[in-house]
């Protein structure tokens, strides 16, 4: 059973940086793309960042670009999302999921992802 386990969120000011974690157990992710998505209250799930088995592509959202950086740690079976200049809009639960097609993500959309973790809250204060 695959288990995903995100850690590093807080709170944090206007400006401000976060790292955050996302720990696989039960499947080597090393064939799988990733991706990370985030849910504001009383908003419906939006895609974030995702990245290739390899790390040689990666796509972000439109509001994520230049601010947010994913990365993965293959030998770790975990990955990341590096949070800079952080916004607050970006307020949310940040979720990370394995894609269900190996190698590359088919498309940007929840559909795409399973094996959800349980998510970690972001709260950027103004």
């Known amino acids: 059973q695959v288990q995903l386990v995100e850690s590093g969120g807080g709170l944090v000011q206007t400006g401000g940086s976060l790292r955050l974690s996302c720990a696989v157990s039960?499947?080597?992710?090393?064939?799988?793309?990733m991706g990370w998505f985030r849910q504001a209250p009383g908003k419906e799930r939006e895609f974030v960042a995702a990245?290739?088995?390899?790390?040689?592509?990666?796509d972000y959202a439109d509001s994520a670009k230049g601010r947010f950086t994913i990365s993965r740690g293959n030998a770790k079976n975990t990955v990341y999302l590096q949070m800079n200049s952080l916004k607050p809009d970006d307020t949310a639960v940040y979720y990370c999921a394995v894609s269900t097609s190996t190698y590359y993500y088919t498309s940007l959309d929840t559909k795409s992802f399973g094996s959800w973790g349980q998510g970690t809250q972001v709260t950027v204060s103004s």
């Open positions: 039960g499947r080597t992710i090393s064939r799988y793309a």
């Open positions: 990245i290739s088995w390899s790390g040689s592509r990666t």
